[in-house]
């Protein structure tokens, strides 16, 4: 079963940088596209950035410009990069592939505890 650790986040003031990382088991990043993820509590979660492995990436309009999306198929590790931190960028912060992992089941999605970010003065 693969398995994802995301790590980095904590509080931080608005203004601020953050570098979070992201290890997964195997090599499931290798041959898929990664992505990074957040969620509010009662929020939907949101796709935030997505990186091939040839280096294309792409990013959701609220972070477009503030997030970069890295990877690091030799260490199975995915990074994501936060700067000018904004308060509505609180959340907890997922890494996963596009399209997300499925359990042995094939039926439910397979995620990491998460990291919280929060972003408060």
């Known amino acids: 079963q693969v398995q994802f650790v995301e790590s980095g986040g904590g509080l931080v003031q608005p203004g601020s940088s953050l570098r979070l990382s992201c290890a997964a088991s195997?090599?499931?990043?290798?041959?898929?596209?990664v992505a990074w993820f957040r969620q509010d509590p009662g929020k939907r979660r949101e796709l935030l950035a997505r990186a091939t492995r040839g280096g294309l990436t792409d990013y959701a309009d609220s972070v477009a410009g503030r997030f970069t999306i890295s990877r690091d198929d030799a260490k199975n590790t995915a990074y994501l990069q936060m700067k000018s931190l904004k308060p509505e960028d609180t959340a907890v912060y997922y890494c996963n592939t596009d399209p997300v992992v499925l359990d042995n089941s094939g039926y439910l999605e397979v995620w990491g505890q998460g990291t919280l970010v929060n972003v408060s003065s």
């Open positions: 195997g090599n499931i990043f290798r041959d898929n596209v």
